[in-house]
């Protein structure tokens, strides 16, 4: 069932997890490919979020491994997952709300350097030059400067999901993983962040994307997986995945929606 | 193997006590997500409702006698109960059993406390995270105590066991032992007893009445529950109220055994919370269990034998298991995952 | 290693200038005697260790008063064995609560939430039951560890004669009780205040604050909190450690009861009162609580009725009555009182007090400022607003 290729960056092998007697995921094998993005989509509780959940170390699979570029990422804790190069937005956005959005993009640069340990508390945080540059470029791409001393936690959804973006790339990750980055999004907002998505691909990052929506999902995908009840139905370039008859009965069901 | 039993038996009513707290505490947390840190207070709130309840019953008419005279040459002081003046031999048997009498002076009182600290203070703090649960009620549990003490100073007050449960029961005669070999104090049976009885109240009408059903599924899922247009809100306010008669019933009878002073409630309350964390946090029946372990395990550590063997063991035995469990299992023995680890 | 931001600077120089005149300020207050100064040095000191480990990680710790009777035994017995140099006492101290510290935060910490809580309470119960019977012969029990004339000190005896009285700890020659005790005492507040400055606004205290805020994003984020959070307790642990060994040094008696869990909950009041996560608010809680503890505990029904001797007589015995219950014996119900207070309606503590007071005339000049400048819209401010 392997079916890794060269390319491969990050290869999900027969993975299965169930909760309980519940199958959230059953025999899922996917390769992402270095440089591409790679769409999962699937109606709710598909096991979409359950499959990152798997990859970052959230969760234990039942059986099956994970493994980037050559190393087994299962049974790794998170945070070993995260400087190994995998980096995740969440579904609800993951920040620090009582920190300022500057030190909410500067704490993931710190822990890309000294995430495992390090007496650093003699250090002053602005004596970080590099870092705090990085940081500052960072928000004024994302275009948060105008909020950059407020405190995380008084972002509106929107902005809220832009600083975890940002969060994550000043990490410059290996893969980044993406939990439905629009839901819950205006239209103009989910535009933004589209375009983003567009500028981060053209520096060629490997990216994971989680949608919901086709529309964003048929714009930025190099790849389709579309996952139902913990299993891959198809599989394909977006066309191909729209064309399956497969994936259409998958979301009749949803079709009101 | 007799001493084994006596300490078995011996921790038994301490672990009633711990699992009557242990109850309460868990009811208020299961029901209104608070960590009630007061709740010891109520415990020795319900010990001074004994106490009284014997002030009361026992104020006395003074009169001088004619005829008699004291040792000292003065007319001799006639102290009579007026208790006793206006009921005659029900009031000698009023005084006799102040303490189970105090009882139905405690339910009502711990039910009017409970209720009034309820929506006077707790109510505003469900949504505020635990540590300012901890702490709110940490400073009403100083101030309740610092009421108490003024009322009723920082000496313990001794009650006395009725008269009829006074004295040593030798139930080793009853399993066919020899004379004496395991003799137990009776009134120490009798909150055996009454502890354990209290439980099995409380779970009763948990189970078996729509009050009770409605307050599990609230437990379970509170959001839910308020969907359907039941008032959860005021239902768990009853919960509390009801916690705190638990834990007053507790203190009363706890008295006889342990001559309550202010401070009582504190002391009791850190084991408390030890029991609950170990029983599982959320979770009843844990509670219970943990409550009669650890009294059984603390007893058992204060046998001469196992002080030879590990010095010191009985002192520190409930914090070692404490945390020996908490190790092993995160949770407790019975809690759920998830509850209270933020 | 000592450069700090502008702000921090005043904020330590103001902080340095409080300090080391309270002899003067407080003499109005009644509380400028050196005993209750040096506890004002001390409990600020323990109070800004905690706050390392509770303002900046949220880690509710019960357990702290342990290390506190650690560092007191440890630096009596330094006394007993050693020297009387306070110095050294102290590095017995540190060392001690130190390794203590690691084993009782490298448990605890196997837990978060109110388990933590409950580990940390239990080891402290322990080492104060501990105290209390099987490690008398360390700790003498109830009577206290105290100096005895026949004591080894074998570096002191080197160089004087054994004394027909019982030493007291002493720097070069200046005696530690007494005026130079506070001022020993207020020099090692002020370098902890400043450590503590440093840590919070080092990359470690930042981790430590993203701990507070949301632990699992810092674990996705790639960050190991074990070792950051085990280090955070250790120098908290070691801070009260030092001001247990300062109470030894300035009184060298050390009890059990330091140890008891009620210590822990008074320094816990300490932080909240005077607000958690600030670095001078618990410094603020622990004064104020020691005035309370010292001066309004010592207030009796004559003090009270000289205060209010201006009211009429029978207005006045009635303030009188009633105030009373809330001075002398009853103090801890006005500190109960207060507390619930401060949890219910401020529960940033007196320093977000100060912080809502100051944002109100802040607020007032603003709107002057636009009055007087309509056109300033403050554009360029509004991204540097806090
Ligand atoms: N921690 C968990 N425990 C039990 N069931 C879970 C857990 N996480 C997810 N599930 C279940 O697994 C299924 C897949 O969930 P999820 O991965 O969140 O779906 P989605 O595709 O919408 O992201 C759902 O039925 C959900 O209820
Ligand atoms: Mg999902």
Known sequence: MVKAVNNTVLHVADVHKTFGGLHALADVDLAIEEGKTHAIIGPNGAGKSTLLNVIVGKLAPTRGTVVLDGEVLTGKSPYEINQMGVARVFQTPEIFPELSVFDNVMAPAFAKRDGSFKMNMFKSIESEKAIADAAEEIIVDFGLDAMINTHAGALSRGHKRRLELAMCLIQKPRILLLDEPTAGMSRHDTNTTIELLKKIKLSGMTKVIIEHDMHVVFSLADKVSVLAQGRIIAEGTSDEVRANPKVQEAYLGEAQE | ?342 | MFNISKKDAITFLLFSIVVLTMPIWLAPLGASYPGLLQKFAIYALLAVGYNILFGLTGYLSFGHAAFLGVGSYAAVWSFKLLSMNPVLALVFAMVFSGIFALAIGFVSLRRSGIYFSILTLAFAQMSYKLAYSVLSPITHGENGLQLTLQDPRAIDLMFIERGSSLPVSSFFGIPMNGYAGFYFCAIILLIGFFIAQKITSSPFGMMLKGIKSNEDRMNYTGFNTKPYMLTAFVISGMYAGIAGGLLSITDPLAGAERMQWTASGELVLMTILGGVGTLVGPVIGAWIIKYFENIFSAWNESVLHGFFSFLPDNIESFVVLISSKFVGEGWHLTLGLMFVLVVVFLPGGIMEGVRRISAMFKKNNDAEKEVIDPDNIPKSTSGKGE
């Open chain 2, 1 to 342: 193997m007799d001493a084994f039993f006596l300490q078995v038996l011996n921790g038994l009513d301490k672990g009633g006590a711990y699992a009557l707290i242990a109850l309460g505490l868990t009811l208020v947390f299961g029901t209104l997500g608070v960590v009630n840190f007061a709740h010891g207070a109520l415990f020795m709130i319900g010990a001074f409702c004994a106490v009284t309840f014997r002030k009361i019953i026992t104020l006395q008419q003074v009169a001088l006698s004619e005829t008699e005279l004291s040792p000292w040459g003065t007319p001799l002081e006639i102290h009579t109960p007026y208790a006793q003046m206006w009921f005659g031999d029900f009031g000698k048997v009023l005084i006799d059993y102040s303490v189970p009498f105090s009882l139905l002076l405690a339910i009502p009182v711990m039910l009017f406390i409970g209720i009034a600290m309820e929506r006077g203070l707790i109510k505003h703090f469900y949504k505020r995270p635990h540590a300012e649960q901890i702490l709110v009620t940490f400073g009403l549990a100083i101030v309740l105590q610092e009421i108490v003490k003024t009322f009723f100073g920082a000496n313990p007050n001794p009650q006395p066991i009725p008269q009829a449960f006074q004295g040593a029961a030798d139930l080793g005669v009853l399993v066919g032992m020899a004379q004496h070999t395991i003799t137990y104090p009776i009134w120490r049976l009798v909150y055996l007893l009454f502890s354990l009885g209290v439980i099995a109240a409380v779970f009763a009408f948990l189970r078996f009445t729509t009050f009770g059903l409605v307050v599990r599924a609230g437990m379970n899922d509170r959001e839910t529950v308020s969907m359907l247009g039941i008032n959860i809100d005021k239902r768990f306010t009853i919960m509390f109220g009801i916690a705190a008669i638990v834990a007053g019933l507790a203190g009363v009878m706890y008295t006889p055994i342990l001559p309550p002073d202010y401070t009582l409630g504190m002391d009791f309350l850190v084991l408390s919370f030890i029991v609950v964390v170990v029983g599982g946090m959320g979770s009843l029946p844990g509670a219970v269990l943990a409550g009669f372990t650890l009294g059984v395990v603390q007893s058992l550590a204060s046998m001469t034998v196992v002080k030879d063997i590990i010095p010191g063991i009985d002192q520190i035995i409930i914090y070692l298991v404490a945390v020996i469990i908490l190790l092993v299992r995160p949770r407790g023995l019975f809690g759920k995952r998830g509850v209270m680890e933020n």
